[in-house]
């Protein structure tokens, strides 16, 4: 959100026009991951994908700045995200100034997500303090105050609890101004969607936990109302906020019987055994008519842009089908 209220031209381009971003997973198990991840950036960019999104778990994952690095110099038109930072994996000035020089490098495509962080176990693999929920949102809302501050027209400076910097000032600044689009990852009703309101320009909700089918769009439309009512606490129109879901892993193939051979290859236990309690709902197969039907129904409920992550970066089917036999029918 512009400082004057103003949306950013990213959240006005999809008020009318569903779109869908691109994110990959490169598995361990594969020969040059690194090089995956940007094929599999590059060929977003050619099936038409609006976004192209790297993940944040630097204890055991690709580098999201390096890899984004890259394609900003590989690709031309593709916007490019981070969903999501870990916010205490990096002091936020140091964010911003990657970010700066991201947007500048892509000239103005970054979209930068960000998050409380939630993996404890990587937190202790960097030997950093893993404090509770509420500690660890506060420092969330210290960085989004650093971070914008830092790309201001003067020197900021903020003394915190968990963050500080003295006149600090990123030059030169992002291309996007006054801010590249901010992100928060978390559907957290009475805080995360609280702080979406009041500093970010999207949301970025999922159906983990939820009940599968017609109850998964009802939670949506649940959590997007609680939205909707911060917004009006802070005087701010919710048509400012672009309302993004993220579908943790998709897999998608032709038909039910190549679908059961592909779940079967990436979960031998099945889905279920991998994915249950809190995580239900991360992962979803489908053939491209079950697809269709599951993104139209969150449409209904009030979703305007989707951030998919397809479980291998090297699995071009599910990419393919995504772009070419869902989207266009999602769009109508």
């Not at 050619?46 to 976004?51: I, K, P, Q, S, V």
């Not at 002091?91 to 404890?120: E, F, K, M």
């Not at 995360?192 to 009940?211: I, K």
Request: glycine share 10%.
């Amino acid at each position: 959100m512009a400082i004057n209220g103003t949306p950013s031209p990213w959240v006005v381009e999809h008020r009318d026009r569903v779109g869908f971003a691109l994110q990959v997973f490169p598995l361990e198990t594969r020969e040059k991951p690194g090089r995956q991840l940007v094929a599999a950036g590059r060929l977003a960019e050619t099936l038409g994908f609006d976004a192209f999104f790297v993940g944040d778990h630097p204890a055991w994952g690709l580098d999201p700045w390096i890899h984004l690095t890259a394609l900003a110099t590989a690709t031309t038109r593709i916007r490019l995200g981070t969903n999501v930072l870990g916010i205490g994996y990096r002091h936020p000035l140091l964010t911003a100034r990657l970010a700066a020089d991201l947007d500048n490098l892509s000239d103005g495509r970054l979209i930068l997500g960000v998050g409380c962080g939630w993996d404890a176990n990587e937190y202790a693999a960097f030997g950093l303090p893993f404090p509770p929920v509420p500690e660890r949102q506060a420092a969330l809302e210290e960085a989004l105050a650093i971070i914008r501050g830092a790309w201001g027209d003067a020197p900021f400076s903020c003394c915190g609890q968990h963050f500080s910097v003295a006149d600090a000032r990123i030059s030169p600044p992002p291309t996007q101004r006054p801010s590249p689009p901010l992100l928060i990852g978390g559907g957290g009703e009475r805080v995360t969607l609280r702080q979406v309101a009041q500093y970010a320009d999207a949301c970025s909700v999922s159906s983990f936990g939820l009940v599968s089918g017609s109850a998964t769009a009802d939670g949506i439309k649940r959590k997007l109302a609680v939205l909707r009512h911060h917004c009006r606490e802070r005087g701010r129109d919710d048509a400012t906020i672009l309302r993004t879901h993220f579908t943790g892993w998709l897999l998608l193939a032709e038909d039910e019987a190549r679908l059961a051979a592909k779940v079967a290859r990436y979960f031998p236990a099945g889905i279920g055994r991998r994915f249950g309690g809190p995580w239900s709902g991360f992962a979803l197969a489908a053939t491209p008519e079950q697809a269709i039907a599951h993104y139209r129904a969150l449409v209904d409920a009030g979703i305007q842009y989707f951030i998919v992550e397809s479980l291998d970066a090297d699995d071009e089917e599910t990419m393919r089908l995504l772009a070419e036999r869902v989207v266009p029918h999602v769009r109508r």
